[in-house]
């Protein structure tokens, strides 16, 4: 069994051997990341579909329920890659705002903007680093991140900057990858991540490390729970988890408490 078999839900990562080279702590994070979504661009929409036997399409829609869009709600998805939750927001009827640092991914954003035939406005992809949004505070009344806050190479950072760009009784919705509570499960989950999802990299991309990549960066990653901690801490109100698939997926759901100040001032 490999080394990561023994990973309980909200357990701090266990010391693994490096099974991609895109992961790295510190400074270097960002531009690791960066040249992973470079490498994978071309094939990311593919290997979506492939990877998650085009469940993540599902969990997008539960995504976009949560929201409750409403013609002329201010979103913001940050994290956008080529654009699936911008997208779907925008069909909603949100004035729709796309945010991501990687050209090559919003490169593929805006050639599926390009094939806007929809009444509603289509999204607006910028390009940014999410742990600086160039927005003023308070500025959306949705912000979503979707398989992005993972790759932060500060988390309590980046959830401050989501929170900071939400207004006042505003909706924070987090999609990511979980950490399953019931350990027969959550074995055969690893596996798939570790021996599985891999291969998907090598056939697409030549490199098996960029979808190694997963399982490191959730084993860095407190997941579901940690995260709804996380936010509370940050003075959110009605925290929810919503599990998916057995919490192999999950999405956090929060509120910006009315009233308040951005978390950029609390503490
Ligand atoms: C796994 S993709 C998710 C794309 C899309 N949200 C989806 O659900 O399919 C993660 C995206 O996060 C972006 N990203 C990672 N770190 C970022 C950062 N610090 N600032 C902005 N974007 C970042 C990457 O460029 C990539 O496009």
Redesign the pocket.
């Known amino acids: 069994m490999p080394p990561t078999g023994g990973w309980r839900a909200g357990a701090s990562p266990p010391t693994v051997a490096s099974v991609s080279r895109y992961y790295v702590e510190g400074e270097a994070r ?1 531009e690791r ?2 040249d992973l ?1 470079a490498a994978v661009a071309p094939r ?1 929409d593919l290997i ?1 579909d492939l990877q998650s036997f085009g469940l ?1 399409r599902l969990w ?1 829609r539960r995504l976009l329920r949560l929201a409750e869009v409403r013609p002329g709600t201010q979103a913001l ?6 654009g ?2 911008a997208f779907a927001l925008a069909r909603a009827g949100a004035i729709t705002t796309g ?4 050209a090559p ?1 919003l490169a593929v954003a805006r050639k599926r903007a390009g094939g806007w035939r929809e009444a509603a406005k289509a999204p607006e992809f910028l390009q ?4 600086a949004l160039p927005f003023p505070d308070a500025s959306f009344d949705v912000v979503t ?4 806050l993972r ?3 500060n988390l309590d950072r980046g959830l401050r900057e989501l929170l900071r760009v939400l207004r006042p009784g505003g909706r924070l919705l987090i ?1 990511d990858f979980g950490k399953p509570d019931w350990a027969p499960w959550r074995w055969l989950y690893l596996q798939y991540l570790r021996w599985g999802v891999p291969v998907f990299g090598r056939l697409f991309c030549g490199d098996a490390d960029t979808h190694g990549y997963i399982l490191e960066s959730l084993q860095h990653y407190p997941a579901q729970r940690g995260v709804d901690t996380r936010l509370r801490a940050l003075g959110c109100s009605e925290t929810r988890i919503i599990q998916l698939l057995g919490g192999v997926m999950s999405i956090n759901v929060a509120q910006r408490h009315p009233g308040s100040r951005p978390p950029s001032q609390v503490g």
Do not use: E, R
Not at 77 to 82: A, F, I
Not at 145 to 148: C, D
């Open positions: 960002a990341v960066g979504f990311y979506n993540h997008k998805d940050v994290c956008c890659g080529t699936d939750v945010f991501d640092f990687s991914m940014g680093d999410a742990l991140i979707s398989y992005g790759n932060l190479a999609l």
